[in-house]
């Protein structure tokens, strides 16, 4: 079983709808969460970060933690061309962070 | 500016040959790491720094080797001994080790094999 799994993709949704990317992890203590944007060929970019069971709001975009299920997953609301990338889940525990492979988002105009 | 920096953005090897990849940061973060990954795959750790003059092995460290000599450097040679080096290399700081803070990647460096 991998540590971080994500659908590859490629997710494909229409302009100003709503993207749903999610996450599980296997590591029952893990403590931190993380989304990360790449675009092709580029490095990663911080989206969000979230640590406690819930939702985190930021913009267009909401996290969602669920330790028990040990799932985690991103919303973006309306989405644009612009948001299509690969999204990756990262999650830590102490010294290590954990990456998934990432899901491939592409937002049709 | 604060920030990553890694050079080159291409660089290539020939065979048996050690290459050195650099990563310098100004944000005056403790921790610096490195990745590497693959098409479709995602990121993988070589090694990581918590502090000067002390690193650790990641996941995948044979065929790699670091140095941390100052805080806002941490270089990474691909020796020869790496059979497979073909990849995206990113380098990572953030503020403190501990796994648990963001941490924010370089540009990346693109290795080839001629």
């Known amino acids: 079983q991998k540590e971080v799994e994500q659908n590859s993709g490629p997710l494909s949704v229409p302009e100003g709808a709503i993207a749903s990317l999610n996450c599980t992890y296997s590591d029952r203590v893990s403590q931190s969460f993380f989304w990360y944007r790449q675009y092709s060929g580029k490095s990663p970019e911080l989206i969000m970060s979230?640590?406690?069971?819930g939702d985190k709001e930021d913009g267009r975009f909401t996290a969602q933690l669920n330790k028990a299920s040990q799932y985690v997953s991103l919303l973006i609301r309306d989405s644009q061309p612009s948001d299509s990338a690969t999204y990756l889940c990262a999650v830590t525990n102490n010294n290590d962070m954990r990456f998934g492979a990432g899901t491939r988002l592409t937002v049709k105009p | 500016d604060g920030g990553i920096t890694q050079s080159p953005k291409y660089l290539f090897r020939k065979e048996g040959q050690n290459v050195t990849l650099s990563c310098e940061q100004n944000l005056n973060h403790d921790a610096m790491y490195w990745y590497r990954q693959d098409p479709g795959q995602g990121l993988r750790l070589i090694y990581y720094s918590q502090i000067v003059n002390d690193f650790q092995k990641g996941d995948i460290a044979e065929g790699y080797s670091v140095s941390r000599e100052k805080k806002e450097s941490f270089p990474l040679t691909v020796t020869s001994a790496q059979k497979n080096p073909t990849a995206f290399y990113l380098c990572?700081?953030?503020?403190?080790?501990?796994?648990?803070?963001?941490?924010?990647f370089g540009p990346g460096t693109r290795l080839l094999v001629l």
């Open positions: 979230i640590y406690s069971n």
């Open positions: 990572a700081s953030s503020s403190q080790g501990g796994g648990q803070e963001t941490q924010y």
